[in-house]
């Protein structure tokens, strides 16, 4: 059963525009939710993360918003660049001490120049 | 800064043959991690290792093995190589606490059994 779910498996967005990446999640007990992208070839590398007690966090042109209630987080970029296509997951941490980090399925986001 | 290093980057393999993954981290970390990537289904822990000396299933630990050498060092290994084994394999290494700081990821291998 797929705790962590992206249902957009791929979004297409023109350069300057917003993205806007979709999660959600099943397990009330995560706490805490990271944003890791992939390029072709690469590694995930992280992005952004967001705690549970907010319900936002920004840095630079990237967004991350949680919804609790909904258990619902979305990734937003403003501006969107070329740069960004890119493969995003969204991840969140089971356990504490020990955790083991789920993955959602992942989102392929192609900027359009 | 070499971070998370994986060999080798391509393998082909027979079904029925055997082959170890290497995964080297020089960040000190305590926790390390194997995961595997298919088309549609993200990235899937098979082992884990919480520190040097111990190690845990994950999601999708069937038919393989793995070694936490030392601290530096985590193995995967095919003892019997499947096709549905072909898959991307990423090697991750963290500190303990993800809520902390953020896994690290090697390039990964792509490995393809026939």
Known sequence: DQQVKQNSPSL????????????????????????????????????????????????????????????????????SQPGDSAVYFCAAPEGWGNEKLTFGTGTRLTIIP | ????????????????QSMTLQCAQDMNHNSMYWYR??????????????????????????????????KREFSLRLESAAPSQTSVYFCASSEARFRDTEAFFGQGTRLTVV
């Open chain 1, 12 to 79: 297409s967005v023109q350069e300057g525009r917003i993205s806007i990446l979709n999660c959600d999640y099943t397990n009330s007990m995560f706490d805490y939710f990271l944003w890791y992208k992939k390029y072709p070839a690469e590694g995930p590398t992280f992005l952004i993360s967001i705690s549970s007690i907010k319900d936002k966090n920004e840095d630079g042109r990237f967004t991350v918003f949680l919804n609790k209630s909904a258990k619902h987080l979305s990734l937003h970029i403003v501006p």
């Open chain 2, 37 to 70: 990537q298919d088309p549609g289904m993200g990235l899937r822990l098979i082992y884990y290792s919480a520190s040097e000396g111990t190690t845990d299933k994950g999601e999708v630990p069937n038919g393989y093995n793995v070694s936490r050498l030392n």
């Open chain 2, 1 to 16: 800064n070499a971070g998370v290093t994986q060999t080798p980057k391509f393998q082909v393999l027979k079904t029925g």
